[in-house]
């Protein structure tokens, strides 16, 4: 399986401000990676499949970015709502796998 | 817009088997596969497989031996069973629609039900 290395685990930040994460994959995956959303008690919430492509409805606050084995999910000013846990998931092979998560909380 | 509703068990018994059952409430089922995902409290997610609305299925290799995912077309519902269950099965169980960015692979989980909490305990 991929394994997918996310960092940091977790991050403080403040409303406004710009922040990156970044996935890691243990093999090339071509653009392979889709980026979740999850918030305590909630399901997961699609934001970025295929690296970079962001589904209808997606705030454009949030990119994506990447190829191969690096890639980076990117909210350029951070709202209240934003505050979370952020996932990876590679779509390369079967089984499909996910990142252990970066928690995003207020500053 | 996809809306999934998800039904079953809250508790099931070691050795037991787990079932759950998700229903397309918005959405049609045809031409989408279907997935079943997992998360331990406290943990991260885990695919546990998918069915495409033909019946064709994919299953995480770990726990292939144990799963059995079904669907059924004219109640627009897709089903989950996994047998012999362990504390170690205890999570909360996610439906989702699913997409394929290329033919029957590259799975990336669009809509996403509510999810259930599944306990296994005596």
């Known amino acids: 399986d991929i394994q997918l290395t996310q960092s940091p685990s977790f991050l403080s930040a403040s409303v406004g401000d710009r922040l990156t994460i970044t996935c890691r994959a243990s093999q090339v995956i071509s653009n392979y990676l889709a980026w979740y959303q999850q918030k305590p008690g909630k399901a997961p919430k699609l934001l970025i499949y295929?690296?970079?492509i962001l589904p209808s409805g997606v705030p454009s606050r949030f990119s994506g970015s990447g190829s191969g084995t690096d890639f980076t999910l990117t909210i350029s000013s951070l709202q209240p709502e934003d505050f979370a846990t952020y996932y990876c998931q590679e779509l390369n092979s079967s089984p499909p796998t996910f990142g252990r998560g970066t928690r995003l909380e207020i500053k | 817009q996809v809306q999934l509703l998800q039904s079953g068990p809250g508790l099931v018994k070691p050795s037991e088997t787990l079932s759950l059952t998700c229903t397309i409430s918005v959405g049609p089922i045809s031409a989408y596969w279907w997935s079943w995902i997992r998360q331990p409290p406290g943990k991260g997610l885990e695919w546990i497989g998918s069915?495409?609305?033909?019946?064709?299925?994919k299953y995480n290799p770990s726990l292939k031996s144990r799963v059995i995912i079904s669907v059924d077309k004219s109640e627009k519902e897709f089903s989950l069973k996994l047998s012999s269950v362990i504390a170690a099965d205890t999570a909360v169980y996610y439906c989702a629609s699913t997409s394929s960015y290329y033919d029957s692979g590259g799975f990336y989980f669009d809509f996403w039900g509510p999810g259930a909490l599944v306990t296994v305990s005596s």
């Open positions: 069915i495409y609305y033909s019946g064709t299925t």
């Open positions: 295929a690296a970079s």
